[in-house]
């Protein structure tokens, strides 16, 4: 039986002269004068007090999104969904501009993979929850499969996260604290500029070369560096310009950060996608003082990056992280309980079973349909392609003098797709105007067809010496 003073209600008055209870029962007073608006006062309900203040219900709904919110744009959707997109009807859509190698069907991913994930889910030991920073045997699996001697990897020093965008979420998170500053590469991924606005982080861009394959501007580089820099985000290879530093240029880089006590966030999720010919040094291996956290996944490489599965490697041989980098990255990762627990299951197996022979396909085809998009491309007055090295992309530069019908490369993209039905994303989404972006995953002849019909376009807009492009480019 429910007694009668579980339905009392109990205020507390606080005067200064003492604490004063009275009982409220029904909404009325029954003992004293009531309450002074001016005084301190809690409310119990069943025997717990909380904070009661006199006017606090809202009068009317007034829902608003948060800051963060309000903050978090992606500028690839921003100049993409402002663009009239209406494709020639009399010509098939060719789109070279979704950076998804699953999307035309042409790239299968491997038998062995599959399988791998058709065992994890028929063992039925991988249906729960997993330990926010991952299972410790598929961590330990992409520590055995990314450790070097110059750079040694344990499982402790793996995070598992839901695809390598988180992975680079949770890096920058754990370094970074409003109003500081991260230096981002000029052209680079959107993300990065995404997430770290949204927080409250400044983004400093620093230059890359075109005419040097898209090598840093060191001097502009290092200019931007303050005491609010907390961090410098490296690319390597490139989204979007597909180059590949060399070990010595990224020793430079090293340098730069070393000289002002920076850590690195290492962006590395296409260094397995490298033509042949060239290599690609990880972060880690060319520097023992400098830390860093190298962000990666299966998406790419594996061409599986529905999948999200991604990882960060913590490289920090001289302990400047310390315990507490470590301790915030598995407190960010307890935000959202870790990465899919099934691919987790197969983690293992796919890292070591998958043949060598399907990456080296992958990557020989990339590296044809590069060569067959930059020599198309070429030879034709205006455009300016720079061969890439590797990763999935290439990048076209407009001689905009040359196209005096076009404000920019966004109008240029916009009535290519208009007029030839192909589709190349505008490098003003990598905040780098009069370029436009190449993803070279398309099947071959989708390729040259492609190539072909950016031509036509061209030829029919090229007017070279023209006195009206001046006036017009800007």
């Known amino acids: 039986m429910t007694s009668r003073m579980e339905n009392k209600s109990y205020l507390v008055q606080m005067n200064g002269n003492g604490v004063h209870n009275k009982s409220i029962e029904n909404g009325k007073s029954l003992s004293g004068n009531g309450v002074n608006g001016k005084d301190l006062h809690h409310v119990s309900v069943r025997g717990a007090l909380y904070p009661s203040k006199a006017k606090s219900r809202r009068q009317r709904w007034d829902v608003r999104p948060s800051e963060m919110a309000n903050n978090t744009l992606n500028p690839i959707r921003a100049i993409v969904d402002g663009m009239k997109l209406t494709p020639n009807p009399e010509k098939p859509m060719i789109a070279l501009s979704i950076g998804d190698p699953t999307v035309f069907g042409n790239l299968p991913t491997d038998g062995a993979v599959l399988q791998a994930m058709k065992d994890a889910i028929d063992s039925q030991k991988y249906n729960g929850y997993a330990p926010s ?21 344990e499982a402790e020093d793996v995070i598992l996260t839901s695809g390598c965008s988180q992975a680079i979420d949770l890096a920058i998170s754990v370094l970074c604290n409003p109003g500081d500053n991260i230096l981002v590469p000029c052209p680079g991924f959107s993300l990065y500029k995404t997430l770290a606005v ?36 490296v690319t390597n290879p490139s989204n979007p310009c597909g180059s590949v530093f060399s070990k ?76 507490k980098i470590r301790q915030g990255l598995v407190k960010l990762s307890q935000r959202i309980l870790g990465a899919c627990s099934i691919i987790q299951g197969a983690l293992d197996s796919i ?49 905009m003098d040359r196209f005096p019908d076009f404000k920019n490369d966004v109008d240029f993209t916009e009535r290519l797709v208009t007029e030839q039905s192909v589709f190349c994303l505008p490098a003003s989404a990598f905040e780098y105007p009069n370029y436009f972006r190449i993803v070279v995953t398309v099947p071959e002849e989708m390729m040259v067809e492609a190539c072909s019909r950016i031509r036509e376009f061209c030829q029919r807009h090229n007017r070279a010496g023209s006195t009206e492009s001046t006036d017009l480019d800007h």
């Open 198 to 233: 949204s927080m409250g982080i400044d983004v400093k861009l620093y230059n890359l070369l075109p005419e040097k394959s898209w090598e840093v501007d060191l001097l502009q580089m290092e200019s931007l560096i303050d005491e609010r820099t907390s961090c410098m985000i």
């Open 351 to 399: 890292l070591n079973n998958t043949p060598p022979s399907f990456y080296s396909k992958t990557i020989s085809f990339l590296k044809t349909n590069s060569e067959i998009c930059f020599n198309e491309l070429s030879t034709v007055p205006g455009l300016n392609p720079v061969m890439p090295s590797g990763a999935m992309y290439l990048m076209v530069g407009i001689d």
């Open 248 to 323: 010595e240029h990224l020793q430079k880089i090293i340098k730069v950060a070393s000289r002002h006590c920076l850590p690195i966030l290492a962006d590395e999720i296409y260094s397995d996608m490298v033509f042949p010919g060239c290599s690609c040094s990880s972060m880690a291996s060319l520097s023992s003082e400098v830390p860093i956290l190298s962000c990666g996944g299966l998406a790419k490489r594996w061409l599986v990056p529905g999948w999200r599965m991604g990882w960060i490697l913590i490289h920090d041989r001289n302990d400047v992280f310390g315990s």
């Open 133 to 153: 920073v991952g299972y410790l045997k598929s961590r330990q699996a992409v520590a055995n499969f990314y450790s070097r001697p110059e750079a040694p990897l």
